[in-house]
T-cell receptor, first 116, second 114 residues
Framework: QKEVEQNSGPLSVPEGAIASLNCTYS??????FFWYRQYSGKSPELIMS??SNGDKEDGRFTAQLNKASQYVSLLIRDSQPSDSATYLC?????WGSGGGADGLTFGKGTHLIIQP | DGGITQSPKYLFRKEGQNVTLSCEQN?????MYWYRQDPGQGLRLIYY???????QKGDIAEGYSVSREKKESFPLTVTSAQKNPTAFYLC?????????????FGPGTRLTVL
């Protein structure tokens, strides 16, 4: 069973601080990694994708990938109350055998609370 | 305005009823997916389709059926065989099913069994 693990939280961070969200995955063959943000009662929204080891920055968001450690993280700088949401980590896996398709396995998410 | 639409937003089902959830996309994406989300749980894949007239079972396909007659549409039927259908149902699409497939989600349908 290919798994994606996240701390469910809640993770409470003061406004203006850096929020750090972590994710580990079991499939060493995974090559692409995604972070989704999900507000309560809403659908997930893609916010970051990362494919190579190292850091990828987009505005206040930085995704970090370490394939050797099977670890991916999301940093949110200058956290705002509007960042309060559940963050889902998703990792590509191969569905089926032989020429099967690549799909995503999702973690259960980390609930982030930004305290004003 | 490109995107994915799902309808209805809320759906109530009586015991023994089949219901169909609609999913339409105008992103010209080849691949479409159905997920189920329960409180405190991750997304679980029900069915996916890589191309028109083809679809594959996901992890929890029992009690569900789909069709893919048009590229834009991927309706999901929740049959009476699905014993615990109350959940948040999410449709997604992606350009393809390769390694770099970024999946985009519709707004979801919340199904409740009465």
């Amino acid at each position: 069973q290919k798994e994606v693990e996240q701390n469910s939280g809640p993770l409470s961070v003061p406004e203006g601080a850096i929020a750090s969200l972590n994710c580990t995955y079991s499939d060493r063959g995974s090559q692409s990694f995604f972070w989704y943000r999900q507000y309560s009662g809403k659908s997930p929204e893609l916010i970051m994708s990362i494919y190579s080891n190292g850091d990828k920055e987009d505005g206040r968001f930085t995704a970090q990938l370490n394939k050797a450690s099977q670890y991916v993280s999301l940093l949110i700088r200058d956290s705002q109350p509007s960042d309060s949401a559940t963050y889902l980590c998703a990792v590509n896996v191969r569905w089926g055998s032989g020429g099967g398709a690549d799909g995503l396995t999702f973690g259960k998410g980390t609930h982030l609370i930004i305290q004003p | 305005d490109g995107g994915i639409t799902q309808s209805p937003k809320y759906l109530f089902r009586k015991e023994g009823q089949n219901v169909t959830l609609s999913c339409e996309q105008n992103l010209n994406h080849d691949a479409m997916y159905w997920y189920r989300q329960d409180p405190g749980q991750g997304l679980r894949l029900i069915y996916y389709s890589q191309i028109v007239n083809d679809f594959q079972k996901g992890d929890i396909a029992e009690g569900y059926s789909v069709s893919r007659e048009k590229k834009e549409s991927f309706p999901l039927t929740v049959t009476s065989a699905q014993k615990n259908p109350t959940a948040f149902y999410l449709c997604a699409s992606s350009r393809g099913t390769g390694i770099y497939n970024e999946q985009f989600f519709g707004p979801g349908t919340r199904l409740t069994v009465l």
